[in-house]
Each structure stands twice: as structure tokens, then as C-alpha cells.
């Protein structure tokens, strides 16, 4: 008897139907990668500046294009290659005379350390005007014409 019992229990778990599910979820996700761009126009009136010991007030060098998607924000700075710092100097690539400038990113003068955009927002497409202010100089001796460069260097970065 004691097998017929265990037979019959067997048999019983063998016909229950398992209870399924009438609904199921996947959760799926996925994410967008911080994506910072700057494109740096470069303006008509930057390139053969046709006599620098006159001056300028406002010359207007380049158009800066921000864009950057991360939602802490982003910052944006400005170093000289011949002065190494936030202003601008225009060295003659042969006499080794210098004419310094400032520069104004946005309308606003660029400080000390360069930090020309510091964003809590994110930004597409946002363009800003870059200006170079030099005043006149009849000393300046440069040996050949149009020798006198500056390179400015813009750099992007998330927060």
C-alpha cells in the first residue's frame, strides 16, 4: 500500500499544470554620452591685419560655436600661445618684437586663468563673438610686413 500512495503522488505532480504568468517586464536602458563640441570661426578681419601700429578698438577675430549636452554644464577657456596666460600677444616671427592685446569673448573681457564660458546649462549652437583690443604703437619695428602672430586656443570641457 505504501507504494501505491507514493505512485499516485508522483502521478499528481506529474498532471498539475505549472500557474504561469499573465503579464512580463523588461526593463531596458541605455544612455546618451556627454558630447561637448566648440567650433572657432575665424573672422575676415583676422588674417592680414594690414598695419598694427594704428590700433584697434574691437576687432572682431572670430565667432565661437558652444555646444555641449551634459545637464551639470561645461566650461570653456582661452590661453595665448606667445603670452601662455588669458591675454593675447602678437609677437614678430623675426625681430622678436611684441604687441600685447586683450581679448573679449561675449563682450566680456577675458579674466586671469581664461575661463571664458563656466555653464550650469547645456547649450546647442550658442555662438559668441570673440574680439582682440591693441592699442597703437609708432615704436613697433617689425622687419617684414604682416610677420606679427598670435595664436588664441579654445578649449571645451563637461563638468
Do not use: R, W
Not at 47 to 54: A, R
Not at 69 to 89: I, W
Amino acid at each position: 500500500m505504501k507504494t501505491s500512495v507514493t505512485a499516485f503522488a508522483a502521478t499528481l505532480l506529474l498532471v498539475t499544470p505549472a500557474l504561469a504568468a499573465h503579464t512580463g517586464q523588461v526593463k531596458i536602458t541605455g544612455n546618451v554620452p556627454v558630447a561637448c563640441d566648440l567650433e572657432i570661426g575665424e573672422e575676415p578681419g583676422a588674417s592680414n591685419i594690414t598695419d598694427l601700429s594704428v590700433g584697434h578698438p574691437n576687432l572682431h577675430v572670430a565667432t565661437a560655436t558652444e555646444t555641449c549636452n551634459d545637464p551639470d554644464g561645461y566650461l570653456v577657456t582661452m590661453n595665448g600661445g606667445n603670452s601662455a596666460s588669458h591675454e593675447g600677444k602678437f609677437v614678430d616671427t623675426i625681430s622678436g618684437d611684441e604687441h600685447p592685446f586683450t581679448v573679449t569673448y561675449n563682450g566680456a573681457s577675458v579674466p586671469p586663468g581664461g575661463v571664458v564660458t563656466d555653464s550650469s546649462t547645456v547649450a546647442v549652437n550658442l555662438q559668441k563673438p570673440i574680439h582682440i583690443t591693441y592699442p597703437a604703437d609708432d615704436s613697433l619695428s617689425g622687419t617684414v610686413a604682416d610677420s606679427y602672430e598670435e595664436t588664441l586656443t579654445f578649449t571645451i570641457s563637461a563638468k
